[in-house]
């Protein structure tokens, strides 16, 4: 009776050693205060004059273009996509894991079941004999410092950042496919001024050589325009292998062979896809629709989680048994004599090598780069927009002079040509006029395939329609 008491009485501390070491696992929780996103601005430096709008931007804002053979590609870019194949795996790799980590809060039980037969001999007799038996036992870890839901919070924070970044790759697939198409077809656009300028040269070149055999022009000057011509015909080599570079790189963005690319029907000209109107939303609601942000943040919800395990493995454990058995030599009598067995276990942790404690360490250290990562996220998704924003109303200002310009061009040559043939200009101010010409027309090409691709830059920007999923 006196060891009972005395067992009692050196066991009473411990509730008050426990308490303590709570206390000193929790003093090294991070502080939510340090979370703070990075200021937001109270408006865009450049608004191009768009309108502002809580949700600008369509989920299927790549219509806007009215291009019907943009629809299509990019449809089926999302579907057949490889890298976006690849992150929707990654997501059911986390649902597993998710699972996986949840386990361990629920009891684990086992049945176990055998058979089996004994030989023995003893001075030339064998005797043999069958045992039978079976048990199922259930094993438990009591929760007490949430180390194992601060691991199923970890992972399921996880998850969540896996299919924020698998929503990443989907836009960036988006928006790579409609750029790529959009320089394609501005690439087709100025082969066929350039083509178009060819023959103009081609043509002259014919009066050229007509006027140099009846001795009207000079040996330099018929030069001159072949030299022209073959500028010409080479800048239209030029854009054709560019044309099929792009359609390699569309090729490879939809996972499809460039033989099957080839044969997609083309509908529609460059000139008559649509410019889609600029709608620019807050700067503080950009942060609810980019996805990486969501997976940013996402990650360091992971990371929190991850400290609260760490700092959890350092508290003991307390582990619960029990199993229940059964066995005879007899089948029909197996379940005559049943066992039983409950045990509980305490386990502290003692003596590592500070395993332990470099493992909070390591989990705080990988939440201050996450933070990081989070601020650095924010900041550049406020970069991007302005950016584009900046990219379309540049654009939009250098059209417009440049219209005045092809038209002047124009207007230039026309009279060039008509005092040339007239016998009142000289072939080097036409020849002038040609280049002036060709390249004005080739320019404004290029800025208005650069606005279309401003656009999906600035969508791409804002979100690309994105909507986080429902709490």
Same mark, same amino acid.
């Given at each position: 009776?006196?060891?009972?008491?005395?067992?009692?009485?050196?066991?009473?501390?411990?509730?008050?050693?426990?308490?303590?070491?709570?206390?000193?696992?929790?003093?090294?929780?991070?502080?939510?205060?340090?979370?703070?996103?990075?200021?937001?601005?109270?408006?865009?430096?450049?608004?191009?004059?768009?309108?502002?709008?809580?949700?600008?931007?369509?989920?299927?804002?790549?219509?806007?273009?009215?291009?019907?053979?943009?629809?299509?590609?990019?449809?089926?870019?999302?579907?057949?996509?490889?890298?976006?194949?690849?992150?929707?795996?990654?997501?059911?790799?986390?649902?597993?894991?998710?699972?996986?980590?949840?386990?361990?809060?629920?009891?684990?039980?086992?049945?176990?079941?055998?058979?089996?037969?004994?030989?023995?001999?003893?001075?030339?007799?064998?005797?043999?004999?069958?045992?039978?038996?079976?048990?199922?036992?259930?094993?438990?870890?009591?929760?007490?410092?949430?180390?194992?839901?601060?691991?199923?919070?970890?992972?399921?924070?996880?998850?969540?950042?896996?299919?924020?970044?698998?929503?990443?790759?989907?836009?960036?697939?988006?928006?790579?496919?409609?750029?790529?198409?959009?320089?394609?077809?501005?690439?087709?656009?100025?082969?066929?001024?350039?083509?178009?300028?060819?023959?103009?040269?081609?043509?002259?070149?014919?009066?050229? =050589? #007509?006027?140099?055999? !009846?001795?009207?022009?000079?040996?330099?000057? @018929? *030069?001159?325009? +072949?030299? &022209?011509?073959? %500028? $010409?015909?080479?800048?239209?080599?030029?854009?054709?292998?560019?044309?099929?570079?792009?359609?390699?790189?569309?090729?490879?963005?939809?996972?499809?062979?460039?033989?099957?690319?080839?044969?997609?029907?083309?509908?529609?000209?460059?000139?008559?896809?649509?410019?889609?109107?600029?709608?620019?939303?807050?700067?503080?609601?950009?942060?609810?629709?980019?996805?990486?942000?969501?997976?940013?943040?996402?990650?360091?919800?992971?990371?929190?989680?991850?400290?609260?395990?760490?700092?959890?493995?350092?508290?003991?454990?307390?582990?619960?048994?029990?199993?229940?058995?059964?066995?005879?030599?007899?089948?029909?009598?197996?379940?005559?004599?049943?066992?039983?067995?409950? =045990? #509980?276990?305490?386990? !502290?942790?003692?003596?590592?090598?500070?395993? @332990? *404690?470099?493992? +909070?360490? &390591?989990?705080? %250290? $990988?939440?201050?780069?996450?933070?990081?990562?989070?601020?650095?996220?924010?900041?550049?998704?406020?970069?991007?927009?302005?950016?584009?924003?900046?990219?379309?109303?540049?654009?939009?200002?250098?059209?417009?002079?440049?219209?005045?310009?092809?038209?002047?061009?124009?207007?230039?040559?026309?009279?060039?040509?008509?005092?040339?043939?007239?016998?009142?200009?000289?072939?080097?101010?036409?020849?002038?006029?040609?280049?002036?010409?060709?390249?004005?027309?080739?320019?404004?090409?290029?800025?208005?395939?650069?606005?279309?691709?401003?656009?999906?830059?600035?969508?791409?920007?804002?979100?690309?329609?994105?909507?986080?999923?429902?709490?």
């Amino acid at each position: 009776m006196s060891d009972s008491r005395f067992t009692l009485s050196r066991l009473r501390p411990l509730p008050w050693l426990l308490l303590a070491a709570i206390v000193t696992g929790c003093s090294g929780l991070p502080s939510a205060s340090d979370q703070s996103a990075p200021a937001t601005p109270a408006a865009w430096r450049t608004n191009a004059g768009a309108a502002l709008s809580p949700s600008p931007v369509d989920q299927q804002w790549w219509q806007s273009f009215g291009s019907t053979e943009l629809n299509a590609v990019v449809v089926a870019a999302r579907q057949q996509s490889l890298d976006v194949a690849a992150a929707s795996a990654r997501v059911r790799q986390a649902e597993a894991q998710a699972r996986i980590a949840g386990a361990p809060l629920l009891p684990e039980l086992a049945l176990t079941a055998s058979a089996n037969r004994d030989g023995r001999f003893d001075s030339g007799n064998t005797a043999f004999g069958n045992t039978y038996s079976a048990g199922l036992a259930a094993t438990y870890e009591v929760d007490f410092w949430g180390r194992n839901r601060a691991v199923r919070d970890a992972a399921v924070a996880t998850l969540q950042a896996a299919a924020f970044e698998r929503d990443t790759v989907r836009l960036t697939v988006t928006a790579g496919v409609a750029s790529v198409w959009l320089s394609q077809q501005g690439l087709q656009a100025r082969l066929l001024i350039a083509q178009a300028n060819l023959s103009s040269a081609e043509r002259i070149l014919e009066l050229v =050589a #007509a006027r140099q055999r !009846a001795g009207a022009a000079t040996p330099l000057e @018929l *030069a001159q325009q +072949r030299g &022209l011509v073959a %500028a $010409q015909r080479r800048a239209a080599a030029v854009l054709t292998r560019q044309i099929r570079d792009s359609e390699s790189a569309l090729a490879v963005l939809l996972a499809t062979p460039l033989t099957a690319l080839q044969q997609r029907p083309r509908a529609g000209t460059f000139e008559q896809l649509t410019e889609p109107a600029i709608s620019a939303m807050l700067p503080s609601d950009l942060l609810l629709r980019r996805p990486d942000i969501a997976r940013a943040e996402a990650d360091l919800a992971a990371a929190d989680a991850n400290i609260s395990a760490a700092r959890a493995a350092m508290l003991p454990r307390l582990n619960l048994s029990a199993a229940v058995g059964l066995g005879s030599n007899r089948l029909n009598t197996v379940f005559d004599n049943p066992l039983y067995s409950l =045990a #509980a276990g305490l386990t !502290a942790p003692i003596f590592n090598a500070g395993r @332990l *404690a470099a493992g +909070r360490d &390591l989990a705080r %250290a $990988q939440r201050e780069e996450l933070l990081a990562v989070y601020r650095a996220s924010i900041i550049a998704a406020f970069a991007d927009v302005e950016d584009a924003l900046n990219a379309v109303a540049s654009i939009d200002t250098e059209r417009r002079l440049q219209q005045d310009e092809v038209t002047q061009a124009r207007t230039a040559f026309a009279l060039a040509q008509a005092r040339y043939r007239a016998g009142a200009e000289t072939l080097l101010t036409l020849l002038d006029t040609q280049r002036t010409l060709y390249a004005a027309q080739d320019v404004a090409t290029q800025l208005q395939q650069a606005r279309l691709q401003a656009s999906v830059a600035l969508f791409k920007a804002l979100g690309g329609g994105w909507q986080p999923p429902a709490s």
